[in-house]
């Protein structure tokens, strides 16, 4: 039987399930927390060591440090589901996020983990309790 992974993820929180085949539900395999996603762009800039100094004289996005914590949070991600297909945890992936963070998933998810992505919903549904997860994803994941 295939295993299905569902990756339910936003800038902060990411929650991976699995489905074992239909009618069997979700059981959350891993849950990965990235708090500096949540922190305030100011907290992230003085946190970080070194100055956010001058690039040429043109001025930074106020969203830089959010948007860096982000990618390294989908970084983190992909490799988690790298390291899934590499060891046969999952034969097909679904990912849910919002598009911002979609986005950065798709662009770090490596060829062949890419390849088994069958569903991408571009939504949070990462404080959606598992019932209603499921019932939400059951055309995708055929529960």
């Given at each position: 039987?295939?295993?299905?992974?569902?990756?339910?993820?936003?800038?902060?929180?990411?929650?991976?399930y699995?489905?074992l085949?239909?009618n069997?539900?979700?059981?959350?395999?891993?849950?990965?927390?990235?708090?500096?996603?949540?922190?305030?762009?100011?907290?992230?800039?003085?946190?970080r060591?070194?100055?956010?100094?001058s690039?040429?004289?043109?001025?930074?996005p106020?969203?830089?440090?959010?948007?860096?914590?982000?990618?390294?949070?989908a970084?983190?991600?992909?490799?988690t589901?790298?390291?899934?297909?590499?060891?046969?945890?999952?034969k097909r992936?679904?990912?849910?996020?919002?598009?911002?963070?979609?986005?950065?998933?798709n662009?770090?998810?490596d060829?062949?983990?890419?390849?088994?992505?069958?569903?991408?919903?571009?939504?949070?549904?990462?404080?959606?309790?598992?019932?209603?997860?499921?019932?939400?994803?059951?055309?995708?994941?055929?529960?």
């Amino acid at each position: 039987m295939a295993i299905t992974w569902i990756l339910v993820a936003n800038a902060s929180l990411a929650k991976l399930y699995a489905n074992l085949g239909p009618n069997k539900g979700l059981k959350l395999v891993k849950e990965l927390i990235h708090p500096e996603s949540r922190q305030k762009n100011a907290e992230l800039a003085t946190d970080r060591s070194g100055s956010m100094g001058s690039t040429g004289g043109t001025m930074q996005p106020h969203s830089v440090p959010k948007t860096r914590e982000a990618k390294v949070f989908a970084q983190e991600i992909a490799h988690t589901l790298y390291q899934g297909r590499a060891t046969n945890a999952f034969k097909r992936a679904i990912i849910v996020a919002p598009p911002a963070f979609m986005g950065m998933l798709n662009n770090l998810l490596d060829a062949p983990t890419a390849h088994l992505v069958s569903d991408r919903f571009e939504k949070d549904y990462t404080k959606t309790p598992e019932p209603e997860l499921a019932s939400r994803l059951a055309t995708a994941i055929n529960l």
